[in-house]
């Protein structure tokens, strides 16, 4: 019997493919079979990552998601090209540390382009006819910051908590297009780019942060894990649903 998790034969885009989760989710989903078309907005980067693949096939393709407003046009593009596809995951994503007081209203938006617009633009994209096959799957990322408090944050932690939201309601209006909605909500991880990606990104603060995570900070693979699930056969009955992979963040 095959396994519930297979994805032979699947076509996924992974937009931020390039690194950390995205890349960890290319990279998996291709050890399952799929065919994957890795999108960000480095060429190079995606060209290295593209070589962690196994199997032929996977695509690159260069576009920045804060142009959101283009997403659906861009999609339709590459479904005509490359054919429909199985699911979508949107790793992409913009990071703000900023007290209330000093917040500036461009960085607020620029924010917001990346985190929510982009992911709800990706759904109006997504959804159009010959772009996704039936039982299609999104699978957006927030964080932990989504569900919990912490100061500096507010900005950012509103725009994760929108994705959890959103994730809901467009489950709610995709059925209808038989595609499932799901989100992941990571705690911090630990990726090249920083020693640690997510609430507290200053260094001398690590320790302290860890402690919070009574299974230790995660790699992207633990996330790219539970977003393969999500993605796969074996959650065909699982829509609007929020998995925390936090190693214990949020528990206490």
């Known amino acids: 019997m095959n396994s519930p998790l297979d994805m032979t034969g699947r076509r996924m885009i992974v937009i931020g493919a390039s690194s950390g989760i995205g890349r960890a989710a ?8 799929a065919c994957v078309t890795m999108v960000a907005r480095s060429t190079d980067r995606l060209e290295a990552a593209r070589e ?12 920045d998601a804060s142009d959101y407003e283009s997403i659906p ?11 429909p596809f199985d699911g979508v995951l949107n790793c992409t ?10 917040l500036d209203a461009a960085h607020v938006e620029a924010l917001w382009r990346v985190n929510v617009f982009a992911s709800l633009w990706l759904a109006k994209g997504f959804r159009q006819r010959g772009v996704s096959n039936s039982g299609g799957a999104i699978v ?40 499932r909605v799901n989100c992941v909500v990571p705690g911090n991880l630990k990726t090249l780019m920083t020693d640690v990606t997510g609430p507290v990104p200053i260094a001398e603060d690590f320790a302290a942060v860890e402690t919070n995570h009574p299974l230790g900070f995660g790699e992207p693979i633990d996330v790219a894990h539970a977003v393969a699930y999500l993605m796969s056969p074996a959650a065909k009955w699982i829509t609007g649903t929020t998995l925390v992979v936090d190693g214990g963040y949020t528990a206490h």
């Not at 046009?73 to 054919?83: D, E, Y």
């Not at 994503?93 to 000093?102: A, D, R």
């Open 26 to 33: 290319s990279i998996l989903f291709s050890q399952l079979g």
């Open 73 to 83: 046009r861009w999609i339709l593009g590459l479904a005509r090209t490359q054919g």
């Open 140 to 179: 957006l990322v927030s964080c932990a910051v989504g569900l919990i408090g912490q100061s500096g944050l507010c900005a950012y932690s509103a725009s994760k908590g929108a994705i959890i939201s959103l994730t809901r309601s467009l489950a709610m209006e995709l059925v209808r297009e038989k595609i």
């Open 93 to 102: 994503g913009k990071y703000l540390l900023s007290p209330v007081n000093v």
């Open 52 to 63: 962690e693949l196994v199997g032929s096939g996977h695509v690159i393709n260069v576009f």
